[in-house]
C-alpha cells in the first residue's frame, strides 16, 4: 500500500514545478475561505510538499509563502515571536510529509492528526508566554490550554479531510503523468543492423 502511494508521487522536474505553485494556491484560498475555525490546508500542503520535495526549504516554502500572502489580508498575529511560532508550527508538517512515500496513508493520516496537535500546543504555549491574558503559572498554562479547546475542535478533522483529499488529487494526476508518458523505443544501432543484414545474405548463398 505503502510502495503504491509513493510510486504514483514520482513527478517530472516541470511537474513538481507546477504543483508547487498549485499547493500555495490550494494554501491560500482554502485559508481565505475557512469553512469553520482553524479548518484550512495548511497542515496538507505541507504533507504534500514534504512528500514531493522532501525535507528541504522548498517543501518548507509552500505552507510559509501561503501564510504570508494571505496574511496580507487575514489580521497578523501581535507580534514577531508569535508570527515565528506560527509559522515554524505549519512547517512541521514537512518533516511527517517525508515519510509518507515509505510509510503510505498511515503517514498521511498521523501526520496530519500530529501536526494540528503541534500547531495547538506550540501556539497556546506562546499565547501564554507572550500575552497577560492568563498568570505566568502552571494554572495558567493550564487555563489557556482549556480555553483554547473549543477553536481546536474542528482543526484535526479539517486537517485528515484536506490531507486525505489532497494526495488523492496528487496519485491521480501521477497515473495520469505516467499513462501519458511515451514509451521510450530501444535504438538499434547501424553497425547491428549491418551485421544482421551480412549474415541473411550469407544465408541466402549465391543468386
Not at 503504491?4 to 511537474?15: E, I, P, Q, T, V
Not at 514534504?50 to 528541504?56: D, H, K, N, R
Not at 475542535?153 to 511515451?182: C, E, H, N, T
Request: aromatic share 10%; net charge positive.
Amino acid at each position: 500500500m505503502a510502495s503504491k502511494l509513493g510510486d504514483s508521487l514520482n513527478f517530472s522536474s516541470r511537474a513538481k514545478i507546477a504543483l508547487w505553485l498549485a499547493l500555495v494556491a490550494v494554501g491560500v484560498c482554502g485559508r481565505l475561505w475557512q469553512p469553520a475555525y482553524n479548518v484550512t490546508p495548511l497542515a496538507a500542503i505541507g504533507l504534500a510538499a514534504g512528500s514531493l520535495f522532501g525535507i528541504s526549504l522548498a517543501a518548507a516554502a509552500v505552507p510559509i509563502v501561503a501564510l504570508v500572502i494571505s496574511n496580507m489580508v487575514l489580521p497578523g498575529y501581535g507580534s514577531t515571536i508569535m508570527t515565528l511560532v506560527i509559522y515554524g508550527s505549519f512547517a512541521c508538517p514537512v518533516l511527517f510529509g517525508s515519510l509518507v512515500k515509505r510509510q503510505g496513508w498511515i503517514a498521511v493520516v498521523g501526520g496530519s492528526l500530529a501536526s494540528s496537535l503541534i500547531f495547538f500546543i506550540t501556539s497556546n504555549f506562546a499565547t501564554w508566554a507572550l500575552s497577560e491574558l492568563y498568570p505566568h503559572t502552571l494554572a495558567g498554562l493550564t487555563t489557556c490550554y482549556v480555553a483554547a479547546l473549543p477553536f481546536y475542535r474542528w482543526m484535526p478533522v479539517g486537517d485528515v479531510v484536506w490531507s486525505i483529499s489532497l494526495f488523492a488529487v496528487l496519485v491521480a494526476v501521477g497515473r495520469i503523468q505516467q499513462l501519458v508518458q511515451p514509451v521510450q523505443a530501444i535504438p538499434v544501432t547501424t553497425g547491428h543492423s549491418q551485421t544482421v543484414d551480412r549474415l541473411t545474405e550469407e544465408q541466402r548463398g549465391p543468386q
